[in-house]
């Protein structure tokens, strides 16, 4: 347990080699997660199927060998579980029952009542636990409170986040009681996951950078520590992953003010202000462009030795900046890889 690459980079260890993952590792890229996806009917079934769940979880690590697989699900299960009506528009994304104010808050369920849609999830966890490679470390994760409030807000996602900006500076009240409930949600339903064998968690806030000063400490910050801390309580030695998509000067200090063991950086910061201002603190993950897993070729190679070689001299997850879209090569992956092992 105690030599798994992952585990040891949260714990701290400086290793010679990054161990590596990817966000959306389980994805439309691979013809393998296509078919999965079509026997299960569509998204949302294949989420709720246990064996077919774990299957699409396994299958990017039998392709690459990968150090870490995350579990297969989705931060909009959460709203699901707690109530609000939930669909895909194929080729355009998540549709939900929208929460304007007070009564849209009312209509929703407690975070006791959320095991009953979740269950399938945490048996998900359970097979993968027993299915695993010995070597691979289970990642499970849930959204951050403030992007999951973005969704359940707006209906869908939006490019502003306006629509949960609006509540926030309109009935600020309203706001924080989502914010809360969904905090609460995700600390039972994170708690589910590692007892029924997850090793990591992480939060995905990927909406983060729309957060700014007092916000970005009370949506961004303050739901975070409330979550690790909940977390750690229950299970000390839990490592957390934090993710702030774009949160810039926000990812200074965001491992001591949360608890988080390592911060995952997104690629709009480079990787040497994020060794200088991040690593110092901890572990930190990432932070390849996406787009290189389109466009490969040397850049793609350049740029993956750029990033082990800066982040070398502390704790290092190598992982891209966001989850690979649909339109990747699986043969750059596959490139990405081998340059970070070779590095
Ligand atoms: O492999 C993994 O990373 C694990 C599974 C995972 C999914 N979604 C599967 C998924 C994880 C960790 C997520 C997180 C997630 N979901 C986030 C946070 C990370 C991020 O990308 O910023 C967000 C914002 C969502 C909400 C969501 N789910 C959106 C906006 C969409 C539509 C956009 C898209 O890429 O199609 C989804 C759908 C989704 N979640 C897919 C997958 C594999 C594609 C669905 C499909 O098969 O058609």
New binding site residues.
């Given amino acids: 347990m105690a030599d798994k690459l992952i585990l040891r980079a949260l714990r701290g260890e400086t290793l010679p080699t990054p161990p590596i993952w990817?966000?959306?590792?389980?994805?439309?890229y691979l013809p393998e997660?296509r078919a999965t996806?079509a026997k299960a009917g569509d998204?949302l079934s294949?989420c709720y199927n246990p064996e077919l769940a774990a299957e699409v979880?396994m299958q990017?690590i039998r392709r690459y060998g990968f150090d870490g697989a995350?579990?297969?699900?989705?931060?909009?299960l959460v709203p699901q579980a707690l109530g609000a009506d939930l669909w895909?528009v194929?080729g355009e994304?998540?549709r939900l029952s929208t929460i304007t104010g007070p009564e849209g808050l009312r209509k929703l369920k407690t975070k006791d009542d959320i095991h009953t849609t979740l269950s399938p999830i945490y048996d998900t966890v359970r097979i993968l636990s027993e299915t695993l490679p010995k070597d691979t470390t289970l990642i499970g994760?849930a959204?951050a409170p403030w992007?999951v409030a973005t969704?359940m807000v707006a209906g869908r996602?939006t490019p502003d986040q306006g629509p949960a900006h609006l509540l926030k500076d309109t009935d600020r009240a309203t706001f924080t009681a989502l914010i809360d409930l969904i905090t609460e949600a995700t600390i039972e339903y994170l708690a589910c996951q590692v007892e029924a064998g997850a090793e990591v968690v992480?939060l995905?806030d990927?909406w983060a950078g729309s957060l700014k000063g007092q916000d970005f400490e009370d949506f961004a910050v303050a739901p975070a520590l409330r979550i690790i801390q909940a977390l750690k309580a229950r299970f000390p030695d839990l490592p957390v992953i934090a993710?702030p998509?774009e949160a810039g000067d926000g990812y200074i200090g965001f491992h001591q003010k949360t608890g988080a063991d390592c911060v995952a950086i997104d690629n709009s910061v480079s990787p040497q202000w994020a060794a200088a201002n991040v690593q110092t603190a901890g572990c930190v993950q990432g932070n390849l462009a996406s787009r290189h897993m389109v466009t490969g070729g040397q850049a793609l190679v350049e740029e993956t030795r750029h990033i082990v070689e800066t982040f070398r001299n502390g704790p290092h997850i190598f992982n891209l900046g966001?989850?690979i879209?649909?339109d990747a090569d699986p043969e750059n992956v596959a490139l990405m890889v081998e340059t970070v092992r070779a590095t």
């Fill in positions: 990817m966000m959306r590792q389980a994805g439309r997660y996806r998204f294949l979880t990017p995350i579990l297969f699900a989705d931060i909009l895909f194929t994304g998540p994760f959204g992007t969704y996602g992480k995905f990927s993710f998509r966001h989850g879209t649909p």
